[in-house]
């Protein structure tokens, strides 16, 4: 009965030789998309959480806002509105109501200005460019009513009728502005991955026609930094940071403005006295001293050069600390000095 038993509960053969080729399989896709060299396995692999990228989405979510603000301005005319969407509505009424974009273009700018001067996620350069087409947009669409409202101030006979586009149409555009941007958001989360092989931290990245690939071993790491926000704090996902000697995860900062060069009436020139150079250097050094910039070496969670906002991140560091200690100098000394000792005895 026993022999029955044990035999019932070990499975056949044909099955470990399945798993076995899954996982074979399983490696060498992992094998291409990593660039991996002879021998080595990856034995982790991670991309953004799906909330990775939250403020992207809420970046567009108040864009498609704005949209329908300007679309429904009238039927949002009342003494209840909020600060920000009475701001809005006076904006319109001051430019022109719904017939010019004014409005429309300055609160865009506005929050195309405010987005990159914060420095947040949302404050690179691709998502500034699209925020900047998304403001003057109306303006091109609109230019015959645009020209005519500025001729009209100062021409009997108002320029407007040779380019006739037609009205921008503030819910059309918002949809299909948004969409796009959230589909690229989307695409652009799932463009990064990450692995821990067996040899080194490989970072991969592929979007539209950007393409970059880090591969970092374990003896160059020096520190491995783990960052969670209040919002990844709630959502479950963190950022581990490698820092390494050579300084990758680590770059440099320029505070303040340190404009004191370009103000104007401080240049000297060649005709100043001797007290007007003596006045103009003292302005400089009064300007200088209160716009003073410095550079700072601070670490800024790159999503290609770090596991940025990751998810299970206390498995990707505990795993990224058993393999530096393993390829570690102290490690390796002391496998030398046992392996010393252990001879010698023998």
């Not at 044909?14 to 996982?23: G, L, P, R, Y």
């Not at 701001?87 to 300055?106: D, N, R, S």
């Not at 410095?294 to 299970?312: E, L, S």
Request: charged share 20%.
């Amino acid at each position: 009965m026993s022999e029955e038993s044990d035999a019932a509960d070990t499975p056949p053969a044909d099955v470990h030789t399945t798993d076995e080729a899954k996982k074979e399989a399983e490696q060498a896709r992992l094998a291409k998309k990593f660039r991996l060299i002879a021998g080595e396995e990856v034995l982790l692999t991670k991309r953004p959480s799906t909330f990775a990228f939250l403020g992207m989405y809420l970046l567009g979510i108040l864009v498609l806002a704005v949209h329908f603000l300007f679309d429904n301005a009238n039927s949002l005319g009342n003494d209840d509105s909020s600060g920000f969407v009475t701001f809005a509505l006076f904006m319109i009424k001051i430019t022109g109501g719904e017939e010019y974009p004014f409005g429309f273009v300055f609160i865009m700018l506005f929050i195309t200005w405010m987005n990159r001067l914060v420095n947040v996620s949302t404050s690179g350069r691709w998502v500034t460019i699209g925020l900047l087409i998304i403001s003057l947009t109306p303006m091109v669409i609109q230019i015959d009513d645009v020209l005519y409202w500025v001729t009209d101030l100062w021409m009997d006979e108002p320029i407007g009728d040779f380019i006739p586009i037609g009205q921008y149409s503030y819910s059309l555009f918002g949809i299909g502005f948004v969409s796009i941007y959230m589909a690229l958001t989307y695409y652009y989360q799932r463009s990064f991955n990450y692995a821990v092989t067996t040899d080194a931290v490989i970072f991969e990245h592929s979007f539209l026609l950007s393409r970059s690939h880090r591969r970092i071993l374990f003896d160059r790491i020096s520190e491995v930094m783990v960052e969670r926000t209040p919002t990844g704090t709630l959502l479950g996902f963190a950022t581990v940071t490698i820092l390494t000697d050579s300084g990758v995860g680590i770059v440099e900062e320029s505070t303040g403005p340190g404009i004191a060069g370009a103000i104007p009436g401080t240049t000297e020139k060649e005709g100043d006295s001797t007290v007007e150079k003596a006045g103009k250097g003292i302005l400089r050094s009064v300007i200088g001293l209160l716009t003073y910039q410095r550079t700072i070496r601070t670490v800024r969670a790159d999503p290609k050069h770090c596991m940025y906002n990751i998810r299970n991140w206390t498995n990707a560091k505990a795993l990224l600390n058993e393999k530096h200690k393993e390829h570690s100098q102290s490690n390796l000394l002391r496998d030398l000095k046992d392996t010393i000792v252990s001879t010698s005895e023998d």
